[in-house]
């Protein structure tokens, strides 16, 4: 068991490494709102992991997969709304604000659609957590584990992006440098709905 635990947090910690959506979108109100609102969008990314997880283990997210509609459906809507998210960054003004309450539920919001709204997230945790279970353990416990410490290991990545992130932060004071980071921002965010959307 030590040994497959040891193999899948090998395995989950450079998927976790691997930047997308989710990690974008956390940078992107980090860029916007600072390390509050970012903390806030990470929170709501964890979330999102934990639901995925859970149906995950419960089998529902083998519904996603044996469902093209569903899955399909899902998928669009997930697109959709990085899309949306990346036209918003598109549109931004430089030094145009926002307000605390608003920032606070876009922040939280935004990092949960983001996973939730995605399914390729369940489809892969309906099939890299099984696959690391040993022989004659409990297929439903081991993923559980597993996905927990996958949601710990992508906590600990965002912890170390944020300690990180001081520097950045105030690098991005000026007004015109964080309207320029926006609107590469909103064309990545955009390039990542339409790969959802596009991808088999």
């Not at 030094?95 to 996973?115: C, I, N, V």
């Not at 906590?155 to 926006?182: C, E, G, H, K």
């Not at 064309?187 to 339409?194: M, P």
Request: aromatic residues 10%; positive net charge; contains cysteine.
């Amino acid at each position: 068991m030590l040994t497959s635990t040891a193999t899948f947090a090998l395995a989950a910690t450079l998927v976790v490494l691997l930047p997308g959506p989710d990690t974008l979108v956390v940078v992107r109100n980090l860029v916007k709102g600072g390390r509050r609102v970012a903390a806030r969008t990470v929170l709501g990314v964890l979330s999102g992991l934990t639901v995925w997880v859970v149906t995950a283990v419960l089998g529902l997210s083998a519904v996603l997969r044996a469902s093209h509609d569903a899955y399909i459906g899902l998928r669009i809507a997930g697109a959709v709304y990085l899309v949306y998210l990346g036209v918003r960054s598109l549109q931004a003004r430089a030094g145009a604000g926002t307000s605390p309450r608003r920032q606070r539920a876009t922040g939280y919001t935004a990092g949960l659609f983001t996973d939730l709204l995605n399914p390729k997230v369940g489809v892969f945790f309906v099939t890299f957590l099984p696959g690391f279970v040993p022989h004659g353990y409990s297929v439903a416990w081991m993923s559980l584990l597993f996905g927990a410490i996958f949601v710990a290991l992508t906590a600990a990545y965002f912890a170390i992006l944020l300690t990180a992130s001081r520097p950045v932060t105030r690098w991005m004071d000026d007004a015109r440098l964080r309207q320029r980071m926006d609107r590469c921002t909103g064309v990545v965010l955009i390039g990542f709905g339409l790969r959802l959307a596009l991808d088999p």
